[in-house]
């Protein structure tokens, strides 16, 4: 049985390895820990192996969790689907958003954190596969809702993340991924105002290293790390 502070420091040595590799800088990927599910102990746990962000998916698990733990050496991204009603709990909590996917919903992040003085970064969800069931935009209107979010004040896009249909074929996953940043790289070519398409969200415990391979600066790794979840 391997350790958690093990299965930390092998991600960790796989993202470095995967990174240099492909000619990237190490320090340019970035690891979110995902403990959605994962009681504090643990996350504590993951904390002292190393961990610096998390990653969570359901706000009303997430708040109780990070008012134990804190944001004290260790920061919060949301990376689930997000109601709009739940958005006054993300707010001043959450470092990064991954997963706006709507204008209603980049709309209302940005009222509450103008309310509140604050600037919440986020990322658009992409559905790069066309699979009906997942969360995220169409490409298609990828341009317009970046338009229409760069111009609101209370939120920053940082960049584009997507969750592409498990598949065990690699070269598979690796097309998503691929097309995640063929489809950043065409959209940094507009210039939107107010919006910097700097940050990749891909890759996840089974897939982390090929998203690197193809320009990840942000992996979301849970399994990995912390073993199966049984919730
Ligand atoms: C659960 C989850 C992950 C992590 O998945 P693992 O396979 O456990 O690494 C990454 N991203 C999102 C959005 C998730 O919900």
Redesign the pocket.
């Known amino acids: 049985m391997t350790s958690l502070t093990d299965n930390f420091a092998s991600v960790r040595r796989r993202i470095t390895q995967a990174a240099l590799r492909s000619g990237r800088d190490p320090e340019s990927v970035h690891l979110?820990a995902?403990s959605?599910t994962v009681p504090v102990e643990r996350i504590r746990e993951a904390k002292e192996a190393g961990a610096e962000v998390f990653?969570e998916?359901k706000v009303q698990e997430a708040v109780p969790k990070i008012e134990v733990i804190g944001s004290e050496g260790c920061r919060w991204h949301f990376?689930?689907h997000l109601q709009k009603n739940k958005v006054k709990y993300v707010v001043g909590r959450f470092d990064l958003v991954?997963?706006v996917d709507s204008l209603e919903l980049a709309e209302k992040l940005s009222a509450e954190s103008e309310k509140r003085g604050v600037v919440t970064p986020v990322l658009i969800q992409v559905n790069v596969s066309g699979e009906a069931s997942k969360f995220g935009i169409d490409p298609q209107h990828l341009e317009g809702l970046l338009r229409r979010s760069g111009a609101l004040s209370g939120i920053a896009v940082k960049g584009l993340m997507t969750?592409p249909p498990y598949t065990p074929d690699e070269e598979e996953a690796r097309k998503h991924f691929a097309n995640l940043r063929a489809l950043r790289d065409r959209m940094r070519k507009q210039n939107i105002p107010g919006v910097s398409l700097d940050e990749l969200s891909m890759g996840?415990?089974?897939d982390?290293e090929i998203a690197i391979e193809e320009g990840a600066t942000w992996v979301?790794?849970?399994?990995?790390?912390?073993g199966e979840?049984t919730g």
């Open positions: 979110v995902v959605k990653g998916n990376i689930g991954h997963s969750i996840m415990s089974h982390f979301r790794v849970g399994t990995a790390i912390f979840r």
